[in-house]
């Protein structure tokens, strides 16, 4: 059983910097593509970000370029999230999720393991 446990949200001001983890357990870490995603009310999830296998590649939705960046560190299995110049817009639950390939895809049905979400609030 694979486990994915994120922190390291919170409330914050615009302009503000924040780092999000997802700590992995349960299968070799290493040998899967990894992605951010974000669930704001009333709105469905969306993809922010992912990377590939090793990380050599990753992907990020236009509103989060330049701003967000993530990345992977195999050796403790887990995946960060650095989002700088955070914005009102980025308010919302921010999961971490494991797809059972090597490939980034950005829909969430590609995922098959979820982490249980980590709030971000990003005040104006």
């Known amino acids: 059983q694979v486990q994915l446990v994120e922190s390291g949200g919170g409330l914050v001001q615009a302009g503000d910097s924040l780092r999000l983890s997802c700590a992995a357990s349960g299968r070799t870490f290493g040998n899967y593509a990894m992605g951010w995603f974000r669930q704001a009310p009333g709105k469905e999830r969306e993809v922010v970000a992912g990377l590939t296998r090793g990380g050599g590649l990753t992907a990020y939705v236009d509103s989060v370029k330049g701003r967000f960046t993530i990345s992977r560190d195999d050796a403790k299995n887990t995946v960060h999230l650095q989002m700088n110049s955070l914005e009102p817009e980025d308010t919302a639950v921010y999961y971490c999720?494991?797809?059972?390939?090597?490939?980034?895809?950005?829909?969430?049905?590609?995922?098959?393991?979820w982490g249980q979400g980590t709030q971000v609030t990003v005040s104006s």
């Open positions: 999720a494991s797809r059972g390939s090597a490939w980034y895809r950005r829909g969430r049905d590609q995922y098959d393991y």
